[in-house]
Every structure is written in structure tokens, then in C-alpha cells.
């Protein structure tokens, strides 16, 4: 093999990904088979004045860690495999597989056995993290229905969960197969970069001349940054907040079987049993964090939108171009831009020639492992096909532009193998088109006391290398970079017992805060160089450039945070209901885009379309099953975990080693308000996320 010598045997071997439509189905059936299976050997062997975490509690665990390295597995290839047999069989597996399961926690005769384990719990001894599986497990059941009364109400609620399973698949389908587009003339891309213009599928017949431009995120931001043509960048900007048109109906269904489903539970509503085990608690104090958040900012949004509508008036006359005296949220991206550029000298094509994808990429994981004490080895074909279990390297991945990598510990922290980690960095057609970290297998402890290791994936939609030009990434770009690799190292720190508290399995609203607190190494002017190399000559980005990026630090953020906090405002619009009355009856495109005015940036209504004009509400699975606020949540988390342990020196590799082990480590095993505590040594505070803000306190 040709790994470093360290490095060259993980004792763990890849995945398999070379399944057909027909494996697939078949393997998430056969899951669900042995979990009956067990189930009824456990209520055939055990009674219930006999039974005990070792009978009942830890069978179910080791089936559960052995479960989920299968199922991930089948379940990833409805986001991103090149096959549309293979997206369309591992969509029917989840669909089957989220059946089972609710099947599963409807089955009283388990319950009885794990509700006594429940009563006794105090007389066994337990570790703190099998105490919390057991509770967790407990809650589970009455969460999925079983205290319902047996009959009407349990078969409803049966019924339930089943129709928003396949409704959420459905929803999710329709976003991968997305296929939207528009057809430009090259007069009509002027602005655009040149690379990106050349690399466009070129139209025939009907579109002869034309240049297809998708609808998928590096698409629009392309043409809305750059377009100098105001018609085009709103032609582009509505055609992508109303396509996935069939996700409409779909969404309101969802919205009101979970607010049913939850009332049926005894909750106020669906926000109110998603935060039961969640560090805000409950929608109120939701509601007061963003409102007090849309205050506090909103001053500030008001300068920053007269700020760039005066620039739109100086650009129209100095162009020569008619001025309505509006500001459109079609205009926003490309007025940032050319307030970077005009005002902070930023210039982001010469910016991004120092960042090419997986150059990038590789200074990134090599400045995690620095800090947090990991080491990164990119493993070539030779070495995929050594870990194979097949022998063909080509087995052990989804697509030809999958990287693999495996991951081990650096001799500080003892050496050992942590996982593998997989980049996936390219559109494709029928693949998730945003950004996003996949855990492709958990870790956990083994039977045998022995460690299955994590594997982790990166998702991501960055422009492919073109005609011997790699990929270079935007600015934008290069900080979604950081965020969506910022998630992976939970993934490989963590070391629980259960796969179900590994890693990122962490309440969702601390989930992103690891991957946000990482997002301020981006304006470190040292870290910025460090991960810098020319696509041509391999040198690092010149001092003025780096300059003119952190001068940008603050701009236009508080338009960006009211944006974040309208769009948690909306969630909790649709999933914290008064009455359940009021969701049935609720004009839900309409809630969406009233929510956004609070940004004082005009949109179509304000030239005569109706308030339900576009339905940004289902291009995106964000808002399907309640909680957007946890990004502004977990953002003040993050921002002040860096203020006490990384400000004055970001890549402290010593407060990197405690960061690991007081947060990441634990993943979900234990209490996040805890963990946070106990790193910062003191109650989280708002003062390091409004400073970063650029406001004054």
C-alpha cells in the first residue's frame, strides 16, 4: 500500500457501496426482520419481574449499533448517487425502514419489559451514558404513541407517522430530481464569470444560442451575484423561490399530521414535542431569543440596506440605467458583491485563484488535525482497493468523484485509527444539491470491548474542474467549506459507548454549534494564509487580499442574522400553532414571505404580485420537520466558546485538545448545557455573538 507507514493498516474496512435496487430493498427488509425477531425472542425469554438492562436494555442496544452501520448505509444512495434505480430503491428502503420503526415503538409487550427495567433503574449499577440510553428508550415509546389508548386513537396515529414518512420521502425525492432551469443568452450572462459561463450546457433547437443555467445553489448565486442585467438576475431569482412546485401541498400535509400526531400526545403542538429534550425547552423561549435577536439587529439592517440602495443608485447612474428608488431581494447578492468589490477592494475572482477545491480541503483538515490532534491520509486506489471487502476499489465508493480518507489520531493523542472520512464535492444530477455532512456509520463500543470506528461524509455541490481549471471556490463558498468540514471532526472525536449518542447525534439545537464556532477561524488572517495556494503557482495569498477580505468581517451581517431569525420566525410559525385549527387554515406561502419583510428589502408584492407569489419554504428540507431556529441558537453557543478558548490564539493546539475532549468527545452522551458550561466555565452569554455582529452592546 501506499500509505505513510504509520498509517497503513486501519483495522477497520470500508463500506461497500456496490449494491443493486434489489439488495437494496432486500437488506433494509432483512434489518427490519431480525429487529421483530429479537424483539420476540426477548418477550418469549424474558419476564417481565425478571427483567434487567443485561437482558432487555443492552440486547437492544448492540442490535440498534449494528443496525444503523447498514442502514445508513442503504439510506445515502437517495442523495447521492448518480443512479436513479438506486435513488429511487434507497428512497422506498428509508420509507420501509421509518415504518419498522414506528411499528417497533407501538409494541406494548417490549415496553412492559423496558418500562420495568425504567422503575428499577436505581438498583443496577449503571454508567451515567447507559442511564440515558435506558431513559431514552423509555421516553421513545410514549413519544411514538404507545400511551395511547389501544384502538381508534393508536390506529390514527399509526396511520400518521406512516403518511408522513412517505410524504417527507416524497418531499425529499422531488428536491434531489429537481431539474428546473433557464435559458440565457450570453448577452443576457454579462457580469457573470467568464469560467463559469464557458462551462454551461449549451441549448439546441429551441433554445439554439441559449446557455441552460439550473437552479441549484452555485447556479443562482452565479447569476444574482453577477448578472449585470436587473431583469435577468430577477427572472433567475423568482424561478428558483417557485420551483419544486409539487413540494406545496406536500409541505401543508406535513405540517398538520405532525401538529395532529402531536396533540395526540398531550403537546401543544409540533415545536413543543420536538423541544422536549432540546436546550431552548420550548417555543416561547424560542420566540423570545429571535424577537429579542430582530431587535437587537434591526437598526442595523435598516443602515445596511440604505447603505447598498444608494449603491444600486450611484451603479444605475453610472451605467446609465433607469432607477426605481426600490431595493429588491433579487438585488442583494449582487450589490454585496460590488460593495465588496467598490468599497473594501475585495475582489473575489482574483480571491478565490488562491483557493482551488481540494487544495483547499486539504489545508483544512490538515489545520483540524493541528488543532484538535488528528492526521488525515487521502487514500489512493491501490490503498481503496486493500480496504475493500472485495478487492475493487471501485466498490468502496458512491461515484467516481468520491475522495476517501482515513483518519487517526496523532501521537499526542496515542496514535490509533478514528475512522474514515469521505469528500463528495461536485453536483450531479439527482444528488442533494445544498451542503452537508452525511455520518455514514456511527461509532461504538463493541461486545467485545473493541471500538467500530465512525465514517463521516462531506456533501457538497462545488463547481467542477473545467478544460485543465480546477475548481475554485467563491468566497461564500470557502465559509460553507469550513462550516460543513467544522461538523466532521464530532464525527471522529466521539467516543460513546451507543452509536445513538455518537458525534453529531447531539440535541439539534447544539448540533451546529462546533461547525459554527470553526467558522471564525475563516477571519484569522494567519489561518486564511495557511490554507491559501495559487491554482497556477501554488504561492500564497498576497497580503492586500487578505486584508480587504477581513475588512469585510461585518458587512451586511445584520441583514444575514434577520434572514436567519425570519426564517426560525417562520418555522415556528408553522410547527407552534395556537390551535390546530389555525395550521389547517394557514396560507402557509404567504406566512413565508410576510416573515421576510421584516429584512426592509422589497420583494414582487411590492410590484403587484400577491403575497403567495413563491414558495421558498419547500426548495429547501429545512423547515419540514421543525427546529430552524437552532442555527441562530447554536451560533451564540459556538461564537462564545471561541471567545473564551480561541480569540487570542485560534489554533491553540492545547485548548483544541480540551475543546475535544469537554465537547466532541462526549457527542451526545451527555447534556449539552453541560458540556458547554463546563468548557466555557461560566453560563452561555449573547455578548460574543452580537460582538462579532460589529454592534455595539
Known amino acids: 500500500m501506499s500509505l505513510p507507514h504509520n498509517y497503513q493498516s486501519p483495522p477497520q474496512q470500508l463500506a461497500l457501496f456496490n449494491d443493486t435496487p434489489q439488495s437494496i430493498l432486500q437488506i433494509a427488509k432483512e434489518a427490519c426482520e431480525r ?108 413519544r411514538n404513541g404507545l400511551g395511547l389508548e389501544p384502538g381508534h386513537s393508536q390506529v390514527r396515529f399509526k396511520q400518521i407517522q406512516s403518511r408522513i414518512v412517505q410524504t417527507e420521502a416524497e418531499f425529499r425525492k422531488n428536491l434531489n430530481e429537481e431539474k428546473s432551469c433557464v435559458w440565457l443568452t ?130 444605475a447612474q453610472a451605467r446609465g440605467i433607469s432607477y426605481d428608488g426600490n431595493y429588491y431581494l433579487w438585488d442583494h447578492i449582487y450589490y454585496t458583491q460590488l460593495l465588496l468589490k467598490k468599497e473594501y477592494a475585495f475582489d473575489g475572482d482574483r480571491f478565490s485563484e488562491y483557493f482551488p477545491t481540494e487544495t483547499t480541503v486539504d489545508r483544512m483538515l490538515g489545520m483540524f488535525g493541528k488543532l484538535l490532534g488528528f492526521v488525515f491520509v487521502k487514500l489512493e486506489a491501490e490503498d481503496r482497493a486493500a480496504l475493500s471487502p472485495t478487492g475493487e476499489a471501485k466498490d468502496i465508493i458512491w461515484h467516481g468523484d468520491v475522495l476517501v480518507f482515513s483518519v487517526w489520531n496523532d501521537s499526542s493523542e496515542g496514535g490509533g485509527f478514528a475512522g474514515y472520512l469521505y469528500l463528495d464535492l461536485h ?38 474542474p473545467i478544460a485543465g481549471k480546477p475548481s475554485l471556490l467563491k468566497h461564500h463558498e470557502l465559509i460553507r467549506l469550513f462550516h460543513e468540514l467544522g461538523h466532521c471532526p464530532h464525527d471522529l472525536a466521539s467516543t460513546c459507548t451507543y452509536s445513538r449518542f455518537h458525534g453529531t447525534a447531539t440535541v439539534s439545537d447544539f448540533v451546529e454549534a462546533p461547525s459554527q464556532m470553526l467558522e471564525n477561524w475563516f477571519w484569522d488572517p494567519k489561518v486564511v494564509r495557511s490554507v491559501s495556494s495559487h491554482y497556477e503557482t501554488g504561492g500564497e495569498i498576497t497580503g492586500d487580499l487578505v486584508k480587504s477580505l477581513i475588512s469585510t468581517k461585518y458587512t451586511n451581517k445584520a441583514v444575514y442574522n434577520l434572514r436567519q431569525a425570519c426564517y426560525g420566525l417562520f418555522d415556528m410559525a408553522v410547527h407552534a400553532p395556537k390551535r390546530h385549527e389555525d395550521v389547517e387554515s394557514m396560507r402557509v406561502s404567504e406566512v413565508y414571505n410576510q416573515l421576510l419583510r421584516k429584512l426592509g428589502i422589497k420583494g414582487p408584492e411590492s410590484q403587484g404580485k400577491k403575497d403567495d407569489w413563491g414558495n421558498g419554504h419547500v426548495i429547501t428540507i429545512h423547515y419540514v420537520t421543525g427546529g430552524y431556529y437552532k442555527y441562530q441558537w447554536s451560533k451564540r453557543l459556538g461564537d462564545d466558546m471561541f471567545s473564551v478558548g480561541f480569540e487570542s490564539e485560534p489554533m491553540n493546539g492545547k485548548e483544541g485538545r480540551r475543546y475535544r475532549h469537554t465537547v466532541l468527545e462526549k457527542g451526545g452522551s451527555e447534556d449539552a448545557n453541560l458540556l458547554v458550561t463546563q468548557f466555557l466555565g461560566r453560563e452561555p452569554n449573547l455578548e460574543a455573538f452580537i460582538a462579532r455582529l460589529g454592534i455595539d452592546q
Not at 437517495?78 to 415503538?105: F, H, M, P, T, W
Not at 444528488?431 to 457538497?460: E, M, N
Request: aromatic fraction near 8%.
Open 427 to 464: 453536483p450531479r444530477q439527482g444528488k442533494y444539491a445544498h451542503a452537508a455532512k452525511v455520518t455514514v456509520q456511527r461509532g461504538f463500543l463493541k461486545d467485545d470491548s473493541t471500538r467500530s470506528y465512525p465514517a463521516s461524509a462531506l456533501v457538497c455541490n462545488f463547481t467542477k
Open 35 to 142: 429487529r421483530s425477531a429479537l424483539y420476540d425472542e426477548l418477550v418469549a425469554e424474558v419476564s417481565v419481574d425478571r427483567a434487567s438492562f443485561d437482558n432487555v436494555i443492552r440486547p437492544i442496544a448492540a442490535a440498534e449499533n449494528e443496525r444503523q452501520i447498514i442502514v445508513r448505509r442503504v439510506c445515502l444512495y437517495k442523495d447521492v448517487s448518480g443512479d436513479k434505480s438506486l435513488r429511487d430503491a434507497s428512497s422506498e428502503a428509508s420509507q420501509i425502514l421509518a415504518n419498522s420503526e414506528n411499528e417497533a415503538y407501538l409494541r406494548q409487550d417490549i415496553f412492559n419489559l423496558i418500562d420495568a427495567v425504567y422503575k428499577h433503574r436505581n438498583n443496577e449499577w449503571l454508567d451515567p451514558e447507559s442511564i440515558r440510553f435506558l431513559e431514552d428508550e423509555h421516553r421513545e415509546y410514549s
Open 186 to 315: 450570453p448577452a443576457e450572462l454579462v457580469g457573470v464569470p467568464q469560467d463559469f459561463v464557458d462551462a454551461l450546457e449549451k441549448g439546441a433547437g429551441k433554445n439554439e444560442g441559449k446557455l441552460r443555467v439550473s437552479l441549484a445553489d452555485t447556479d443562482v448565486f452565479a447569476v444574482c451575484g453577477f448578472a449585470e442585467n436587473a431583469d435577468i438576475r430577477r427572472q433567475v431569482f423568482i424561478a428558483n423561490e417557485t420551483k419544486c412546485g409539487s413540494n406545496v401541498p406536500l409541505f401543508k400535509e406535513l405540517i398538520v399530521l405532525r401538529d395532529e400526531a402531536a396533540r395526540m400526545l398531550g403537546y401543544s403542538n409540533h415545536a413543543s414535542f420536538q423541544m422536549q429534550n432540546s436546550m431552548a425547552k420550548s417555543p416561547e423561549a424560542v420566540e423570545t431569543f429571535l424577537n429579542g435577536l430582530i431587535s437587537s439587529l434591526q437598526a442595523r439592517g435598516r443602515q445596511e440596506v440604505a447603505r447598498l440602495s444608494k449603491l444600486k443608485e450611484t451603479d
